[in-house]
Structures are given as C-alpha cells and as structure tokens.
C-alpha cells in the first residue's frame, strides 16, 4: 500500500479529547478520531465496561460530521487479548447469562464500526486474539500491524465458538479453507503471515507502527469523504455480515452454559492443557 501526502506550511492542530479517561479513550484532530482501547493491565481484553465504553466511543463518531476516519489502537503491550478471561471464569456456572450481555454489547460495538462512514484504520501491536482482537481486526476496512503482532482465533481453545462477526469475515479475507484451519487450531499467525493470506493490510517494522499507521489514517481521511463512505457501505453491504451476528451470539451463550467452556478457562489461567468431556 503507498501512500502520498502533501507537506503543508501549517502546524497540525493540536488534538481535542472527546473521552479523556475510562476504559476506552477518543481523541480527535484534522478528520481523524483516535480511539484507545485503554485497559493495558489486562492485556486490553474486553469486559463489560470496556465493550459499553467502546460502543459509546464509536456512537460519538457516529453523531460527528467531521470524522472521516478512525485510527483504532490499543494501549500497552497488546492491542487486544480478547475477552477478560479472569473476569469470565469468575462467573462459574452463572457464566452463561453473564456472557448473553458480554455477547450483546460486543455485537453491537462491532456493527456500528461497520456501519460507521468513516474508514477505520486499525494499528496492531502485540496479540490480537479472541472475539476482541481478531475480531475487531475483522472489522476493520484497512490494518497496519507491526512485525512482531500476533493474530489467534482463540474460541474453541476455551469451549466457544468465535464471535463479533469474525465467522463470517474471516473466510471472505482469507478463504474458507485457511479460516477454518485458523479458528479450529486456535493457532498463532505471524504479521507476516496476516499479510500474505490478507487478514491485514500491511506489515510494518515494530518501530514505525504508529507512524506509519497515522500515515494511512491521514491519507484516507483526505479522500473524497462521501465517496469512501459509499464505497465501504457497498463493500460490508455484500458480506452480510450483521445477518450473521444473532447466529453467533446465539451459539455463544450456549456453549458459556457448558462444562467444558468453564474448563477452558480455567485451563488457560492454570496454564494447562484443557480436558474436555463434551458436557
């Protein structure tokens, strides 16, 4: 991907913040809104107030007629570990009904980013796993991801099923063949590997991440404004994507009720191997 841009005599302005605290934070400057997944002691991963807080974010978006795009990140060492695997196992058998919510909110986030017209550019460091990371990658229209990034499905690991759409934006990226491989194994694909099977956009070294992903968040958002929207509506317009996303939360809560989705999680925080007995 190559990008031009043409240098101006003018100093950039100075960002204002529209969220400057909690769990996800909004900055925004010159047609670009910053959206921070700000939970970094937990690697970003989604509980119930980062998912209300991100929904909120992308909602301020929405009512703005100024952004053109959003420049997502996630801040710390990971751009986003998935769900909050601590908070989930807490839950015990009541897991079920806590994940009907977690699901909801998460869905919901997911379909107003690609419902937004502006172009979300996505910056990914460190691991994007699990209906979180992946599936926010998934829903992204253009991803820089540094070379040391590391994308997982993560579901099936802990008993679920993927979810925030990555079933069926997954296969139309990367064919259905190396999805299905992708989210059964739950095994870690490289940056670079992303990059050739197109899961992202483009692979950067580690120290020209931000820079870089600013450098494409800045071009696109000095496109032709109404003429992006409408060619990123017809784009998600032929995946269909949120016709899938009831499908998806549906088979989720089911299998939050099972044993073995409270195995699964237990296993990843004791650092084991999971026994499942198909309960």
Same mark, same amino acid.
């Given at each position: 991907?190559?990008?031009?841009?043409?240098?101006?005599?003018?100093?950039?302005?100075?960002?204002?913040?529209?969220?400057?605290?909690?769990?996800?934070?909004?900055?925004?400057?010159?047609?670009?809104?910053?959206?921070?997944?700000?939970?970094?002691?937990?690697?970003?991963?989604?509980?119930?107030?980062?998912?209300?807080?991100?929904?909120?974010?992308?909602?301020?978006?929405?009512?703005?007629?100024?952004?053109?795009?959003?420049?997502?990140?996630?801040?710390?060492?990971?751009?986003?570990?998935?769900?909050?695997?601590?908070?989930?196992?807490?839950?015990?058998?009541?897991?079920?009904?806590?994940?009907?919510?977690?699901?909801?909110?998460?869905?919901?986030? /997911?379909?107003?980013?690609?419902?937004?017209?502006?172009?979300?550019?996505?910056?990914?460091?460190?691991?994007?796993?699990? +209906?979180?990371?992946?599936?926010?990658?998934?829903?992204?229209?253009?991803?820089?991801?540094?070379? +040391?990034?590391?994308?997982?499905?993560?579901?099936?690991?802990?008993?679920?099923?993927?979810?925030?759409?990555?079933?069926?934006?997954?296969?139309?990226?990367?064919?259905?063949?190396?999805?299905?491989?992708?989210?059964?194994?739950?095994?870690?694909?490289?940056?670079?590997?992303?990059?050739?099977?197109?899961? /992202?956009?483009?692979?950067?070294?580690?120290?020209?991440?931000?820079?870089?992903?600013?450098?494409?968040?800045?071009?696109?958002?000095?496109?032709?404004?109404?003429?992006?929207?409408?060619?990123?509506?017809?784009?998600?317009?032929?995946?269909?994507?949120?016709?899938?996303?009831?499908?998806?939360?549906?088979?989720?809560?089911?299998?939050?009720?099972?044993?073995?989705?409270?195995?699964?999680?237990?296993?990843? /925080?004791? !650092?084991? !191997?999971?026994?499942?007995?198909?309960?």
């Amino acid at each position: 991907m190559t990008h031009s841009t043409k240098h101006s005599t003018h100093p950039a302005p100075a960002p204002e913040s529209w969220i400057a605290e909690g769990p996800v934070l909004l900055d925004y400057a010159d047609g670009v809104a910053t959206l921070t997944l700000n939970r970094p002691g937990s690697a970003n991963g989604m509980n119930i107030e980062l998912m209300q807080a991100l929904y909120k974010a992308i909602m301020v978006v929405h009512r703005s007629a100024h952004v053109r795009v959003v420049h997502l990140r996630g801040a710390g060492a990971n751009f986003c570990a998935g769900g909050d695997v601590r908070e989930f196992a807490s839950k015990g058998e009541a897991l079920g009904d806590f994940l009907r919510e977690v699901t909801a909110y998460l869905q919901v986030a /997911i379909g107003a980013l690609i419902r937004l017209k502006a172009i979300v550019v996505t910056e990914v460091h460190g691991y994007a796993a699990g +209906g979180g990371g992946l599936g926010l990658v998934c829903a992204s229209d253009i991803v820089i991801a540094g070379a +040391g990034a590391k994308f997982m499905a993560g579901a099936t690991r802990v008993g679920m099923a993927p979810d925030a759409g990555a079933s069926v934006i997954l296969p139309h990226l990367v064919g259905f063949r190396r999805a299905a491989e992708i989210m059964l194994s739950n095994r870690v694909v490289s940056a670079e590997e992303a990059q050739s099977i197109g899961l /992202i956009t483009k692979c950067v070294p580690d120290d020209a991440l931000t820079e870089e992903a600013g450098k494409a968040a800045r071009f696109y958002a000095s496109g032709a404004p109404l003429a992006m929207a409408a060619t990123k509506r017809l784009l998600w317009n032929a995946l269909d994507v949120e016709r899938a996303l009831p499908e998806e939360a549906r088979t989720v809560s089911e299998l939050s009720f099972t044993a073995d989705s409270r195995e699964g999680l237990a296993a990843v /925080i004791e !650092k084991r !191997k999971p026994v499942f007995t198909g309960r």
